[in-house]
């Protein structure tokens, strides 16, 4: 029903900066909400960043606020992730995902409150 394409992945060295991109496909949206998460080796996928209906309201995981940006394109319905400053450990594969319905802020961060996900794209830092 809505198909999510990421893109902007890639290989890059400690202290870099890559946007990742995700766009809903077909359909245009007034009111929705949309977030990153993240699965490295080993590890449980874990929350990354969000924005909700209101643009103003965003979430963001400790271990990336004040480095990473999220911001959305309501013309394109696509959300945005602007990441600076990457470590190591950002390495993941990283997922995007959208729902229409309307969240507190809190929830966000919740990965069962997301009706669709994209198919992730690779983010390697080395160092």
């Known amino acids: 029903q809505v198909q999510l394409v990421e893109s902007g992945g890639g290989l890059v060295q400690a202290g870099g900066s890559l946007r990742l991109s995700c766009a809903a496909s077909g359909r245009t949206f007034s009111n929705y909400a949309m977030a990153w998460f993240r699965q490295a080796p080993g590890k449980e996928r874990e929350f990354v960043a969000a924005?909700?209906?209101?643009?103003?309201?965003?979430e963001y995981a400790d271990s990336v606020k004040a480095r990473f940006t999220i911001s959305r394109d309501n013309t394109k319905t696509a959300v945005y992730l602007q990441m600076n400053i990457l470590k190591p450990e950002d390495t993941a594969v990283y997922y995007c995902?959208?729902?229409?319905?309307?969240?507190?802020?809190?929830?966000?961060?919740?990965?069962?409150?997301?009706?669709?996900w994209g198919q992730g794209t690779q983010v390697t830092v080395s160092s």
């Open positions: 995902a959208f729902t229409l319905s309307r969240y507190a802020s809190v929830w966000l961060r919740r990965s069962d409150v997301y009706d669709y």
């Open positions: 924005i909700g209906w209101s643009t103003v309201s965003t």
